[in-house]
């Protein structure tokens, strides 16, 4: 591939999810029009790597303190997901051992907050030579000023800000296959 392709473009076999910190306690405290578009597009997304057969990881921040992932992600069982204490999730050996046994050298971001654990991890993971594509509209955080800043921040640091379904047909890219099928027939149940 060439350069622009190589960092806009999410290949199948290079990819992988990670969903940042979904949790009971900090849900409320979300901009809930964020939050919303959050649950709907990560479970989305969460549909789309299980029928694509790609890798998911998931995090959760101090657990003991900020509860569990959020029963509104079915599809992400808390017993599955990587503890952590470093709001960066580079910052954890569990995580980074998730990541390369992956594969994975291009990583899809959802999650919250955006402007802290979202953030520290796409810059670490940019740092290491991973492309990063964050989900803008699967990410959020308390403050929509907060929010905003750290899509732009993270869009001047390198990360490729996309959304929901451009990821998804960038990962099946033709049209007629049974993963355009799959994937075709879960945007089809998405409302706006």
Same mark, same amino acid.
């Given at each position: 591939m060439g350069v622009v392709k190589d960092k %806009?473009? *999410?290949d199948a076999e290079k990819t992988a999810l990670v969903i940042i910190d979904v949790q009971e306690k900090l849900a409320? #405290?979300?901009n809930q029009s964020l939050y919303g578009q959050l649950i709907q597009h990560t479970n989305l997304l969460i549909e789309g790597f299980k029928a694509l057969g790609l890798p998911i990881i998931a995090t959760e921040q101090y657990p003991q303190g900020l509860g569990h992932t959020v029963t509104e992600l079915p599809g992400v069982a808390s017993? @599955?997901?990587i503890e952590k204490m470093t709001f960066s999730c580079c910052g954890d050996d569990k995580f980074m051992a998730a990541l390369e046994k992956s594969e994975a050298k291009q990583v899809l971001i959802v999650g919250m907050e955006t402007h802290v654990c979202v953030f520290q991890? #796409? *810059? @670490?993971l940019l740092d290491r030579g991973y492309v990063v594509h964050l989900v803008s509209d699967a990410l959020c +955080?308390? %403050?929509q000023s907060d929010y905003a800043n750290a899509i732009k921040a993270s869009a001047r640091a390198g990360a490729v800000i996309t959304t929901t379904e451009t990821a998804l047909f960038q *990962?099946? !890219?033709v049209a007629g296959t049974d993963s355009f !099928?799959?994937? +075709?027939k879960l945007i089809r149940q998405r409302t706006a």
């Open positions: %806009f473009w *999410l409320p #405290a979300m017993q @599955d997901c991890t #796409a *810059l @670490d +955080s308390r %403050f *990962l099946v !890219k !099928k799959a994937i +075709s």
